[in-house]
């Protein structure tokens, strides 16, 4: 299982493009295998990796996730492949649907039929990214006769916010695997990983990414830093999507998923998360202060295996 930094979740403060470059190089010094990046409403995080991918060397970078709705899947493969071409090679694109209060509430477009968008959409993308010449005729989409050249283009590995069966479906069968966030171990294990796996297996292909995303803190006072964590990641647990996949799991919020405690407790966690499939620790430092941060950077860099 490898180990990475998942940023633009519960940040102290917001990243700068340098704060993330330079916390980029410090991850990829420190042995780090990946720094994923969360698409919200600050930096646009495809973007800012490629800008990432041009100051570092072998740390793989990948998006966490950016929203389909906004972007025409043609105009989101060329980003994605400009950013590969800018990291060498290291880039994966991780797309989702966000949420109807965003897409409808905010910026004011259909959330109607999105296992059908997401469809649609991973038949255009997923080929573009691959450089391959693309055809498309749907109720959403339609694209003719479309290839991408970008300069330094190397084929983008494509994963999907998936948490519901047709969407967890349509990851296997369309994309590379899965990113996921406030969905627990226990529902990983029982229902994501086998769903998507089978689903993989149907289209003749390989074992899928599971990169699941978690808070993590190093601490000696694990039942304040899930209060932090509980007022700090509050809105994930009233979003629909989130609170599905949290009820799923039998818990009340985000604080519950929080892997919080010493050494051995944290250790104990991530051994759980290997042992039942997930591929990439997308690790999330919830902490509440630089030194807690620090603390627990060290901690996982100290536990990257070779």
């Not at 295998?33 to 990432?52: K, N």
Request: net charge negative.
């Amino acid at each position: 299982m490898r180990t990475g930094l998942m940023i633009g979740a519960a940040d102290l403060t917001e990243l700068t493009i340098e704060d993330t470059i330079r916390l980029a190089q410090r991850a990829e010094t420190s042995g780090f295998a990946c720094l994923w990046m969360a698409q919200v409403f600050g930096l646009d995080a495809i973007s800012t990796l490629a800008m990432v991918g041009q100051h570092t060397s072998s740390i793989a970078l990948g998006t966490a996730v950016t929203p389909t709705y906004p972007r025409h899947p043609t105009a989101i493969a060329q980003q994605a492949l400009t950013a590969g071409a800018a990291a060498g090679g290291r880039f994966t694109l991780g797309i989702g649907l966000s949420h109807q209060i965003v897409i409808e509430g905010m910026f004011g477009l259909s959330y109607d039929k999105p296992a059908k968008h997401m469809k649609e959409y991973l038949s255009i993308l997923s080929p573009l990214l691959k450089g391959e010449t693309t055809t498309f005729a749907g109720e959403q989409y339609t694209v003719n006769n479309i290839t991408l050249q970008v300069p330094g283009y190397q084929p983008v590995p494509l994963l999907v916010a998936a948490l519901g069966p047709l969407m967890l479906k349509l990851a296997g069968e369309l994309a590379d695997g899965t990113i996921t966030w406030m969905t627990g171990p226990g529902t990983l294990a029982d229902y994501v990983i086998p769903t998507i796996s089978k689903s993989a297996s149907a289209a003749g292909k390989g074992e899928p990414t599971i990169a699941a995303g978690f808070p993590i803190v190093l601490t000696n006072d694990p039942d304040g830093t899930r209060e932090y964590i509980s007022k700090a990641l509050q809105v994930y647990g009233m979003l629909p999507s989130y609170r599905s996949m949290l009820d799923k799991e039998g818990i009340a919020g985000p604080a519950d998923l929080a892997i919080a405690g010493d050494e051995a407790e944290l250790r104990s966690k991530i051994r759980q998360l290997k042992d039942i499939g997930v591929t990439d620790f997308c690790a999330v430092i919830a902490a509440s202060d630089i030194e807690s941060f620090d603390r627990t950077f060290e901690f996982l860099a100290s536990e990257i295996e070779e």
